[in-house]
């Protein structure tokens, strides 16, 4: 744009913009955004003051109004023979006190940021979940823990359960930490909201280890992106059965899984 800016007005923009491959129009538009000043909209001079703006929200924050819309409220007061303003104007005022959808004093939620987190060499960040496996008959589940090594996606760990509970995935992460020799201050461990990831014993054993712990947020199903895919990608495999017949037979088939893609260091199958 600045070639036709500098030569169109001694060339022609025409034959310039044909020479360069721009379009005339891409460059009378950006020389016309260019040259224009952002102007803010002028206020209807039917618009309500401050004051009056005010006493609309008064009116809305009376006990017999906070629960009712503001199409109610409207019709009420026109039955009452009052006008403040228009209905539209109403919910004008309270999006203004971010108050549109509940005007009482309620409890807020705090924001919880997205998670953010580097590995930069192995051993620095762990992702860690719980998987079900179907079992011999319906209803029935093996439980299959992995500790997924976030720079390299080396699993560093596994167990197949019965069950899911905090001791297993007490057991199950210091024997994961004690092989691999993980010092204090070196390892910070990712997982979701799952019950065994946010339990106490859990919690008093990171922090026994020297080990930061993080969480997905609330309700959200993809800030622990790793641990989901890997499971995607074992549960895809060709060979993966419909159902495993024993704890046994799945623990055989998760190590040639193993041993077919990335190695596992294992646990002892917990019963």
């Not at 009712?68 to 007061?77: D, N």
């Not at 539209?88 to 409890?107: C, S």
């Not at 620095?124 to 390299?152: H, N, R």
């Not at 019965?162 to 199950?172: D, G, K, P, Q, Y």
């Amino acid at each position: 744009m600045g070639t036709v800016t500098e030569l169109g007005p001694r060339l022609g923009i025409a034959p310039t913009c044909t020479a360069l491959g721009v379009a005339r129009a891409t460059y009378y538009r950006r020389r016309r955004l260019h040259c224009e000043r952002p102007r803010r909209p002028a206020s209807s001079p039917r618009a309500l003051s401050a004051e009056e703006r005010a006493a609309v929200l008064t009116v809305l924050h009376e006990p017999r109004f906070v629960d009712l819309a503001p199409a109610e409220v409207y019709a009420t007061l026109l039955d009452e023979g009052r006008y403040l303003c228009s209905e539209r104007t109403m919910y004008r005022v309270l999006a203004g006190h971010q108050e549109v959808r509940e005007r009482r004093n309620q409890l807020r939620r705090p924001h919880y940021a997205a998670p953010e987190l580097l590995a930069r060499r192995p051993n620095k960040l762990w992702s860690w979940d719980i998987t079900k496996l179907l079992g011999p008959a319906k209803w029935t589940y093996f439980y299959l823990y992995v500790m997924l090594d976030v720079f390299s996606r080396y699993v560093v760990g596994w167990m197949v359960a019965h069950r899911e509970s905090a001791t297993l995935a007490e057991h199950f992460i210091r024997e994961t930490c004690a092989r691999q020799g993980i010092e204090r201050d070196q390892l910070t461990v990712h997982a979701d909201r799952g019950p065994a990831m946010t339990s106490k014993p859990v919690a008093l054993l990171l922090a026994d280890l020297g080990v930061t712990k993080t969480h997905s947020r609330p309700h959200v199903s993809n800030d622990n992106p790793f641990s989901e895919a890997q499971f995607k990608t074992l549960k895809y495999r060709p060979a993966f059965p419909e159902r495993f017949g024993s704890i046994q037979g799945n623990h055989d088939f998760t190590g040639a899984a193993s041993d077919a893609g990335r190695p596992m260091s294992r646990c002892r199958p917990a019963h």
